[in-house]
């Protein structure tokens, strides 16, 4: 059974930084593609950024040059380094895993993949 769980949320004015973090468990990690996606309140869910087993990325436009993904392989831990945020940035951020490509994951979400219960950023203005 595929288990994410999701930290390193919170709030922060616009221009700071956090790091999200993501525990990965209960399948053959490098056999996925893991990444992010984003929601926030009545707007449809947003790919962020994925990486798939041999360190390829993709990136949403809307972050490129801000956010940073990597991953742990030893620890089974993905990471999200996000600097500069803005107000628009503020949503639930899920960790998500998906047999796909990154470029493609990023593009419909991690929508038929599984994901975790999300951590919160807030970026206030």
């Known amino acids: 059974q595929v288990q994410l769980v999701e930290s390193g949320g919170g709030s922060v004015q616009a221009g700071g930084s956090l790091r999200l973090s993501c525990a990965a468990s209960?399948?053959?990690?490098?056999?996925?593609?893991m990444g992010w996606f984003r929601q926030a309140p009545g707007k449809e869910r947003e790919g962020v950024a994925a990486?798939?087993?041999?360190?390829?990325?993709s990136y949403a436009d809307s972050v490129k040059g801000r956010f940073t993904i990597s991953k742990d392989n030893a620890k089974n831990t993905l990471y999200l380094q996000m600097n500069s945020l803005k107000p628009e940035d503020t949503a639930m951020y899920y960790c998500?895993?998906?047999?796909?490509?990154?470029?493609?994951?990023?593009?419909?979400?991690?929508?038929?993949?599984?994901w975790g219960q999300g951590t919160q950023v807030t970026v206030s203005s």
């Open positions: 998500a895993a998906e047999r796909s490509h990154p470029a493609t994951v990023v593009a419909h979400g991690f929508r038929f993949g599984y």
């Open positions: 990486i798939d087993s041999d360190g390829s990325t």
């Open positions: 209960g399948y053959t990690y490098s056999s996925y593609c």
